[in-house]
């Protein structure tokens, strides 16, 4: 069935850790072994063993537009004919700022890095010394990438200093990130009252995705934004993976928000490596050369990485896109909860728009400690058994799944098909 990949999974374990060079694509969240893609196009990934997949993964959400779009290829083919990078300026990447900047009122200034960990990483350096305090909040179950002070977990007891949540992670500089639960305001109310006037930053996913997807809570985003307003804490919001992906504007505009800072990535890559951060003249021109807060990169604004993320947003402005991600997403949803209860699964599932998980827990799920109760091992045999049957959800009950402008209303139909057969698999 997946011959090839099992030989190369051999061959790639004795190269690189864990056979991978990101974590999560090995499976480890759903037992077996990984599979590897030779091919995408458009809805559907092929593996090296030609197996077929409508996939859902979409490269973990930059993929919104489905693989290989013909126009975004011929992007960055027609870029790289004029060679792959300089190392200076380009008009592309000015013309992807101003984008940017259109697109988010709250961004005046952004600049563009090369990865998602990179643009937060950027982000609280600008905002520690925007501020001159050290301490910043985060929220549980919320990724930011693997920069050091964001791989922290909560301490004991919340709303108390953190713990490094990796090996390598200097205490003394977890200790200066506090972890609270997200959709919890009498915890946000408490941290801002423990660590008055002292918070840099506070970075948050607007829609959390890396718990599974976690949808804000009525009034939890505008007391955040009462208080870090309040006590000078500069607002981060994290949109690498809900920019441009559940609202062109992002979730600053889908719940009309005005964030200090935000930080992009995924979609405005194309698929190509592209990060961003940005903010107010004010606070952005603290970043070198304009001020004195370093951050650099090699392949910063790349003008293969740049073209086909501009392709990609001019595609997402044709009329009418984000109204077919959220039919398809509200088929797919109501498609899975009737499939679910006709095979007496308990699931839930959490979306907004185009990007969801289904849990397998019969309770919504408000927060990471309500995500760590679900079933992740119910949540494995039915990932293997959907990869089983032509559909590939991405492998872990702690991601969002995402689905692109490539989907058909069949290719929901078909997964709603596979799913049936999947939950009643597992009923067996
Ligand atoms: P990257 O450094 O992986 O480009 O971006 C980090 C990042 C930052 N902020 C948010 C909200 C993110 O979701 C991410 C990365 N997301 C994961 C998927 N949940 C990337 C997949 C992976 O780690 O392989």
Same mark, same amino acid.
């Given at each position: 069935?997946?011959?090839?990949?099992?030989?190369?999974?051999?061959?790639?374990?004795?190269?690189?850790?864990?056979?991978?060079?990101?974590?999560?694509?090995?499976?480890?969240?759903?037992?077996?072994? @990984?599979?590897? !893609?030779?091919?995408?196009?458009? /809805?559907?990934?092929?593996?090296?063993?030609?197996?077929?997949?409508?996939?859902?993964?979409?490269?973990? =959400? @930059?993929?919104?537009?489905?693989?290989?779009?013909?126009?975004?290829?011929?992007?960055? *083919?027609?870029? /790289? $004919?004029? =060679? %792959?990078?300089?190392?200076?300026?380009?008009?592309? $990447?000015?013309?992807?700022?101003? &984008?940017?900047?259109?697109?988010?009122?709250?961004? &005046?200034?952004?600049?563009?890095?090369? +990865?998602?960990?990179?643009?937060?990483?950027?982000?609280?350096?600008?905002?520690?010394?925007?501020?001159?305090?050290?301490k910043i909040l985060k929220f549980e179950g919320c990724?930011?990438?693997?920069?050091?002070?964001?791989?922290v977990k909560a301490g004991s007891g919340v709303a108390t200093l953190g713990l490094?949540d990796? @090996?390598?992670?200097?205490?003394?500089?977890a200790e200066?990130t506090v972890t609270i639960p997200f959709n919890d305001l009498k915890t946000l109310q408490e941290t801002f009252r423990l660590h008055?006037?002292?918070l840099?930053?506070a970075?948050v &996913?607007?829609?959390?995705?890396?718990s599974?997807?976690?949808?804000?809570?009525?009034?939890f985003?505008?007391?955040l934004?009462?208080l870090?307003?309040?006590?000078?804490?500069?607002?981060?919001?994290?949109?690498?993976?809900?920019?441009?992906?559940?609202?062109?504007?992002? /979730?600053?505009?889908?719940?009309?928000?005005?964030?200090?800072?935000?930080?992009?990535?995924?979609?405005?890559?194309?698929?190509?490596?592209?990060?961003?951060?940005? =903010?107010?003249?004010?606070?952005?021109?603290?970043?070198?050369?304009?001020?004195?807060?370093?951050?650099?990169?090699?392949?910063?604004?790349?003008?293969? /990485?740049?073209? *086909?993320?501009? !392709?990609?947003?001019?595609?997402?402005?044709? +009329?009418?896109?984000?109204?077919?991600?959220?039919?398809?997403?509200?088929?797919? $949803?109501?498609?899975?909860?009737?499939?679910?209860?006709?095979?007496?699964?308990?699931? %839930?599932?959490?979306?907004?728009?185009?990007?969801?998980?289904?849990?397998?827990?019969?309770?919504?799920?408000t927060d990471y400690a309500a995500?760590k109760?679900?079933?992740? %091992?119910?949540? =494995?045999?039915?990932?293997?058994?959907?990869?089983?049957?032509?559909?590939?959800?991405?492998?872990?009950?702690?991601?969002?799944?995402?689905?692109?402008? *490539?989907?058909?209303?069949?290719?929901?139909?078909?997964?709603?098909?596979?799913?049936?057969?999947?939950?009643?698999?597992?009923?067996?």
């Amino acid at each position: 069935m997946r011959e090839k990949s099992k030989k190369l999974y051999e061959r790639a374990v004795k190269l690189m850790p864990g056979g991978v060079n990101s974590p999560v694509r090995a499976f480890r969240g759903v037992g077996g072994e @990984p599979v590897f !893609m030779a091919r995408g196009s458009g /809805a559907r990934l092929t593996d090296v063993d030609g197996n077929e997949y409508l996939d859902y993964v979409m490269s973990w =959400g @930059p993929l919104i537009l489905g693989h290989a779009r013909p126009a975004v290829v011929e992007a960055i *083919a027609r870029a /790289a $004919e004029k =060679g %792959t990078s300089f190392g200076a300026s380009t008009e592309a $990447e000015v013309e992807l700022a101003a &984008e940017i900047c259109r697109a988010y009122p709250s961004i &005046e200034r952004v600049r563009l890095v090369n +990865s998602g960990t990179e643009a937060t990483m950027s982000a609280l350096r600008v905002a520690r010394a925007w501020t001159g305090r050290e301490k910043i909040l985060k929220f549980e179950g919320c990724y930011h990438g693997h920069a050091d002070s964001l791989l922290v977990k909560a301490g004991s007891g919340v709303a108390t200093l953190g713990l490094p949540d990796s @090996p390598g992670v200097p205490r003394a500089l977890a200790e200066l990130t506090v972890t609270i639960p997200f959709n919890d305001l009498k915890t946000l109310q408490e941290t801002f009252r423990l660590h008055r006037k002292q918070l840099a930053a506070a970075i948050v &996913e607007p829609v959390v995705g890396n718990s599974g997807c976690i949808p804000p809570q009525a009034g939890f985003l505008d007391r955040l934004r009462e208080l870090t307003a309040e006590q000078g804490t500069v607002l981060i919001f994290d949109e690498v993976m809900t920019g441009f992906r559940v609202a062109y504007g992002g /979730a600053q505009e889908r719940y009309r928000f005005r964030p200090d800072m935000t930080t992009l990535g995924k979609i405005i890559g194309g698929g190509l490596p592209v990060g961003a951060y940005g =903010g107010s003249a004010k606070l952005m021109d603290q970043v070198a050369p304009a001020g004195p807060v370093y951050q650099a990169g090699t392949l910063s604004g790349n003008p293969l /990485a740049v073209a *086909a993320g501009l !392709m990609t947003l001019e595609l997402l402005r044709q +009329s009418g896109t984000y109204e077919k991600l959220e039919a398809l997403g509200a088929r797919l $949803e109501a498609g899975l909860v009737e499939a679910a209860r006709a095979a007496s699964a308990p699931i %839930t599932i959490s979306r907004v728009g185009s990007m969801f998980t289904l849990f397998f827990s019969a309770k919504p799920v408000t927060d990471y400690a309500a995500a760590k109760r679900a079933d992740a %091992t119910r949540f =494995g045999k039915f990932f293997r058994a959907l990869l089983d049957r032509g559909v590939y959800f991405p492998p872990s009950q702690f991601e969002a799944a995402f689905i692109s402008t *490539a989907h058909t209303e069949a290719d929901i139909e078909q997964t709603i098909r596979a799913a049936a057969e999947a939950f009643r698999h597992l009923a067996d």
